[in-house]
């Protein structure tokens, strides 16, 4: 059975995090590197280690390798008076903003243990995020064309993005994750075109926007655990 080590790093600045994900990646790559001279069987063959981080980070917005910096509409000056940092990283995808009650998600999975498949991955990780919303009586879903996790809209409402999803893979190791709004202030999302899209029937939600009360989020961890352990097949190394 394939091992994951979660770690849950609480709130932490998102340089920090996005350095000690590039250490684990490069320990895991590592690790597979010197794995290629040896066989299962070999006494020295040990697979390397999974890891699923949790945190929280203070505001920041981040621009993916394909994003547009027009999406940003603050300058630097106006960041700085509002707190709020900017990074350019090299995940895929656009713009998005990161900050309190999100729930940030790293996985630094070795996909060699579990399937070569990079849209595969992407799915699994949207279907996590669904089963944690189906847990809280919310219909998550997909949009064709659009990545992520979107709550239909009905009537006079707008679909709305609840969880943005971009990734980065070295090696078939992964890093970079998901951005799961739980109790997020989705001011922060007037001062840039989240993702790139700029489409009036598309907005921005959280979950405690959408059940109306502030949620628990050390509860969301322990659901969005449990689906993770359940759809990719794996058992928790916890500390």
Partial sequence: MRKVDFQDLGKIDYKEAWDYQQRLLKTVIDMKISNRKLVDQDPNFCYPDNYLLFCEHPPVYTLGKSGSLEHLLLNEKELKAKNI?????NRGGDITFHGPGQLIGYPIFDLDQFFTDVH???RFLEETIIRTLSDYGVLGTRIKGFTGVWIEGEAEQPN???CAIGVHL???VTMH???FNVNTDLDYFNFIIPCGINDSDKVVTSLSKELDKLVDIREVKERLSFHFSSLFEFDWVKR
């Fill in 85 to 89: 940092q900017f990074y350019k990283i």
């Fill in 120 to 122: 595969k991955y992407v």
């Fill in 160 to 162: 709305r993005k609840i």
């Fill in 170 to 172: 070295s090696r078939w």
């Fill in 177 to 179: 994750g998901f951005a």
